[in-house]
């Protein structure tokens, strides 16, 4: 994927409970795992891209990651 060619990005960080704990518009801006200027516990953390290249369809991605501190 060419990020350069984005016209829509966002990206969302939740908790297991399905509670917002990062969102940003900004393909540059990325979770510090953080949440309210509190470091998270190390855990699994569901997330969901959307996202639209240049004359597509909006497309979601998601997932899991793993916090390690």
């Given at each position: 994927m060419n990020?350069?060619?984005l016209n829509y990005y966002n990206l969302q960080i939740l908790d297991r409970w399905?509670?917002?704990l990062f969102e940003s518009q900004n393909k540059e801006n990325?979770?510090?795992g953080k949440f309210e200027?509190?470091?998270m516990p190390p855990?699994?953390?569901p997330y969901v891209i959307q996202y639209q290249l240049h004359n597509?369809?909006?497309n979601i991605k998601a997932?899991?990651?793993t916090l390690i501190k």
């Open positions: 990020c350069d060619q399905g509670n917002l990325g979770w510090n200027e509190i470091s855990g699994v953390y597509e369809d909006k997932g899991e990651l």
